[in-house]
């Protein structure tokens, strides 16, 4: 009998803080010849990075039939006043990132909008799509992630301190959403 040992993958940056000789050869070619040099002066610090999907030694986090929610959080006045849902590096790499083929996920970490769907399950008998321009999940910033949609929110009547919860339908490909608990 043979025994398969199953890993699972994950995304991550990778970081590269020094230059390879081509790269500063090309840029001092560039640079003479055009007499005009784009990159950084001398000194400043060299950093690009990029998405990589590597093998996790850890298996993905267990899905709780009972308790799927993955992404939890309270809104604030600025998310409600933007129509957006500010989201941790971590929760979009483990639990949203990591179900998505490497391509999409690149697309992420380039910063574009890759629009997505989002079930709004509050009220469980009778769930709300949202899709289209208003819905897409977008890297701004640095490590900063935002799922957007104003449709959402002004609908549900979110106010500051609401407490809500997300996780990401792998099989459904769409984030599911929930208040939790509305102010009165």
Known sequence: MISKTLYSTKKTFYYEF????????????????????MSEPAGDQYCRRQLVEIRDVFPPPAADSDDPWRIKKSINQHEIDLGIIELEWDDVFEHVLRYWKMGLANYIAMGVKV?????D???????????????YLQLVGKDEFVLACMGLIK??????GDEISLYWDDKAACFRFRSINVET
Do not use: F, M, W
């Open 18 to 37: 020094l230059r390879t000789k081509e790269e500063e050869e090309e840029e001092e070619e560039s640079c003479s010849k055009s007499r005009i040099c």
């Open 115 to 119: 629009h997505v769907i989002i079930l």
């Open 155 to 160: 609908d549900r009547n979110l106010k500051a």
């Open 121 to 135: 399950v509050t009220q469980e008998c009778s769930p709300r799509k949202y899709d289209g321009q208003d819905a």
